[in-house]
C-alpha cells in the first residue's frame, strides 16, 4: 500500500517569523500535532514544529510563548517521503528518524502528512486486503 | 381383544403429545414442514417400536399382576389424563401416567412391585439429567467437528437442514422403541399380547396420534421454551434421541418432553444465558407431577367401581 | 421437498451468492466510474451511473425472489435480505450524488477532497466484497470488518474538512448552495451505509455458527 493512500491532506503550516503562541493557537483550534514552518529563500526550505518542541522547548522551560518565534524551535530539514513509497518502508524510515511524523511529497511539493496511527491503518487494511505483511 | 382399544387410545394421545419434542423446534424455525415433520414421525415410530419396542416392555408389564380388565383400565385412566393434559398443551409424560395407573391398580391388588418402581422413578429423574448432559456435550463436539469440517456457508446450510431431519427421524425412532411399551407393555403382561404385536400395534396408534393431532402440542414446544437457532435445535433433538435409546437399553420408559426440556437446559447452560421462559417450566413440572397421581387415582376408581 | 435440497448440492444457493457477489462488485465498478468521473468532470460517465443503478435493481429482484424461492434456511433468509437491500440503498445514493454533480460546478477548492473520499468509496467497497467472500468460507471477519471502519473514519475526517472549506465558499444563490450541500452529505454517507452493510455480515456469520 503506498503512503499516497492513507496520508493526510490536511496540512496546516506557518511562517517562520510567527510566535508560538500563535502556533499553539493554530494547533489547539485545528485539533493536530504538527505544523509545516516556511522559511524564505527561492530554495523551499521547510521546517516542522510539533506539540512537543512546543512543550518541552517553550512551556517546561517557563519561556513566553508570545515572546518565542517559531524558526528557534523548528526542527530542520524535515523528513519528507515520496507518495509512492510502500508503508513498510515508511514505517522504517520513521523508526531509523525516530520520529512520529513525516510529510508526503510528490517530486518537492509538500502534498500530505503521515503519522504512526496511519501507519499502522494501513498495516491492518493490507492485511484484511490479503497483502502480504511481514 | 376389544380391551386393547384403550391401550391404542393411549398411543394415540402419545403420538399427539410427543411428537412435538421431535420436530416441534425444526418446524417453528421452518426448516421442516409441519406435514414433513408429522410424515417421518410416524415412519420412525413404528420402525422404533417393531425393532426395539419390546426392550421396556418387560418392566412395564411385571409391575403388577394384571388381569386383562385390569390392564384396559390402567390404559384407560392414563389415556384419559394424558388427554386433558394434551387439551390443555401441556407436554406430559405418558410414562409416568400409566406406571401410575398400573401402580394404582397393584394397590388395590395388592400384587404392586414398588422395587421395581424404584428404579423407575429412578431413570424418571436421570432423563432430564441424561439430556442435560448430553445437550451440554453434543453442544461443544458438534461445534468443533463443524468449524472444523463444515466452515463454508453453503454447507452448514445444507448439514444444519439434512442435520435436523436425521436427528428427528433419530427421535422418533427413539420414542418409539422407548414409549411403545407404555402403550401396550401391560398387555403382554396380562397376556393378551405378543411382545412384537404389543411393539407393532402400539407403534401403529403412536404414529396416528402424530398424524392426526400434534400440530397444537408442536407449537408450544417450539416456541415456548426457548428460542432456538438450527445448530442448538439440531443438538437438542440429538440430545433428546440418545438420551431415550441410552435408557431403552436400561430397559425402562422414560419421559421424552423431559429429555426435551434437559437438552434445551443443557444446551442453555452453554451460553451461561437465561434462555428458558420459566411460565412454560412452570406449566410443564405441574404436569408432570400431577400425572402420575391423577392417573394412578383414576386407574384405581374405574378398577374399584368396575363390577367384578 | 428436503430430498431435492440434498440432491441439489446448494444449488439454489450458490445462484444466491452468485448474484450477491456480482450486485457487490458492480457496485465497486459503479464507485471507480464516480471517482474517475468526478476526477475529469466527465458528466456522460456520471450518467452511466444512472444505467448500473437500474441494472443492481434487477439484480436485488432476482437475489430476493431466489431466495425466497427456497435458498438458505428461513432463518437466515431475513438477514441476508437486509443485506442485499442495504447494497442495493448504497446505488441510489450513488445515483443521487451523481445527480447532485450534474447540476452543479463543483469548486476548485473542494475538488481534490471530494476525489480522495470518491477513491476512499471505492476502496472500501472493495473491502465490502473481500469481507462478503470472507464470510462464504466462515472465517473471522473482525479484521475485515475494522479494516472498513478505519475507511470510513478517514472519510468521516475528510467530510470535517470539507464542510470547514465549504463555508469558505461564497454561495449566491440558495439553490446553488442546497444542491452542492446535499451533494457533500451524499458522497460522505455512502461510507456509512456501507459499514452498516458490513455489521450486517457479521451478524450472518455469527448466526451461522
Request: hydrophobic share 50%.
Amino acid at each position: 500500500m503506498k503512503v499516497k493512500e492513507f496520508m493526510t491532506t490536511n496540512i496546516e503550516s506557518i511562517g517562520y517569523k510567527r510566535s508560538a503562541y500563535h502556533a499553539v493557537e493554530k494547533m489547539v483550534n485545528r485539533r493536530i500535532r504538527c505544523l509545516l514552518v516556511r522559511f524564505p529563500g527561492k530554495e523551499k526550505e521547510y521546517g516542522v514544529i510539533t506539540a512537543r518542541d512546543v512543550v518541552f522547548k517553550v512551556l517546561a522551560k517557563g519561556i513566553d510563548p508570545k515572546k518565542i518565534e517559531v524558526s528557534k524551535i523548528a526542527s530542520k530539514p524535515i523528513v519528507a517521503i515520496d507518495q509512492n513509497t510502500d508503508f513498510k518502508e515508511v514505517a522504517k524510515i520513521m523508526e531509523e528518524s525516530n520520529i512520529a511524523r513525516a510529510f508526503v511529497c510528490d517530486q518537492d511539493r509538500i502534498i500530505g502528512l503521515v503519522a504512526l496511527m496511519d501507519v499502522m491503518s494501513a498495516a491492518i487494511i493490507a492485511r484484511a486486503r490479503g497483502e502480504h505483511v511481514s | 381383544m376389544w380391551k386393547i382399544i384403550s391401550g391404542i387410545f393411549l398411543g394415540w394421545s402419545l403420538g399427539a403429545n410427543d411428537c412435538a419434542n421431535i420436530f416441534g423446534t425444526g418446524v417453528t424455525t421452518g426448516i421442516v414442514k409441519y406435514r414433513t415433520a408429522i410424515l417421518l414421525t410416524a415412519i420412525f415410530v413404528l420402525i422404533g417400536s417393531i425393532i426395539e419396542g419390546p426392550k421396556c416392555m418387560r418392566i412395564v408389564s411385571n409391575l403388577s399382576r394384571l388381569v386383562p380388565i385390569e390392564a384396559f383400565l390402567c390404559a384407560l385412566a392414563a389415556a384419559i389424563t394424558m388427554t386433558i393434559l394434551t387439551y390443555f398443551a401441556i407436554p406430559a409424560s405418558t410414562s409416568q401416567a400409566i406406571i401410575g395407573a398400573v401402580i394404582g391398580a397393584g394397590i388395590l391388588s395388592e400384587s404392586a412391585d414398588f422395587s421395581k418402581l424404584i428404579k423407575i422413578v429412578a431413570c424418571w429423574i436421570l432423563t432430564p439429567i441424561g439430556g442435560i448432559i448430553f445437550g451440554y456435550l453434543l453442544y461443544y463436539g458438534l461445534k468443533f467437528i463443524f468449524d472444523k469440517t463444515v466452515p463454508t456457508l453453503t454447507y452448514r446450510n445444507t448439514i444444519y437442514a439434512v442435520g435436523i431431519i436425521v436427528a428427528g427421524c433419530y427421535g422418533a425412532y427413539s420414542l418409539g422403541a422407548n414409549n411403545v411399551a407404555n402403550v401396550t407393555g401391560i398387555y403382554v403382561g396380562s397376556g393378551l399380547l405378543s411382545c412384537q404385536m404389543a411393539g407393532f400395534i402400539g407403534g401403529l396408534s403412536i404414529a396416528s396420534g402424530a398424524l392426526t393431532y400434534g400440530k397444537k402440542v408442536m407449537l408450544t414446544v417450539g416456541k415456548g421454551i426457548a428460542p432456538l437457532d438450527p445448530f442448538t435445535a439440531l443438538v437438542t433433538v440429538l440430545a433428546e434421541a440418545l438420551t431415550l435409546h441410552l435408557f431403552t437399553q436400561i430397559g425402562v420408559p422414560v419421559s421424552s418432553s423431559q429429555a426435551v426440556v434437559g437438552a434445551v437446559v443443557g444446551v442453555g447452560i452453554v451460553g451461561g444465558v437465561r434462555t428458558l421462559n420459566p411460565k412454560i417450566l412452570v406449566k410443564i413440572a405441574v404436569g408432570w407431577l400431577m400425572t402420575p397421581f391423577a392417573a394412578g387415582f383414576m386407574a384405581m376408581i374405574f378398577i374399584y367401581v368396575m363390577p367384578a | 421437498m428436503f430430498l431435492e435440497k440434498i440432491f441439489s448440492k446448494g444449488n439454489k444457493e450458490n445462484q444466491v451468492i452468485g448474484h450477491i457477489t456480482k450486485q457487490i462488485k458492480l457496485l465497486c465498478t459503479a464507485c471507480g466510474f464516480f471517482k474517475t468521473a468526478l476526477e475529469t468532470d466527465n458528466l456522460n460517465l456520471m450518467r452511466q451511473i444512472m444505467d448500473i443503478e437500474r441494472s443492481a435493481d434487477n439484480i436485488r429482484r432476482d437475489i430476493i425472489s431466489k431466495i425466497y424461492e427456497g435458498a438458505f434456511l428461513p432463518y437466515l433468509r431475513p438477514d441476508l435480505c437486509k443485506f442485499v437491500e442495504i447494497v442495493d440503498s448504497i446505488f441510489d445514493l450513488l445515483k443521487d450524488t451523481g445527480y447532485r454533480y450534474l447540476d452543479l460546478k463543483l469548486p476548485d477548492q473542494l475538488k481534490s477532497e471530494c476525489v480522495q473520499v470518491a477513491f476512499l468509496n471505492r476502496r472500501i467497497c472493495e473491502m465490502l466484497l473481500i469481507t462478503f467472500e470472507s464470510m462464504l468460507k466462515g472465517e473471522d471477519l473482525r479484521e475485515k470488518i475494522l479494516a472498513i471502519r478505519i475507511y470510513e473514519k478517514k472519510i468521516d475526517d475528510i467530510k470535517f474538512d470539507l464542510i470547514r472549506d465549504a463555508r469558505k465558499i461564497e454561495i449566491t444563490n440558495f439553490w446553488d448552495g442546497e444542491i452542492l450541500s446535499q451533494f457533500l452529505s451524499c458522497l460522505t454517507s455512502i461510507s456509512d451505509v456501507i459499514e452498516d452493510a458490513s455489521d450486517h455480515l457479521q451478524i450472518i456469520h455469527v448466526s451461522m455458527k
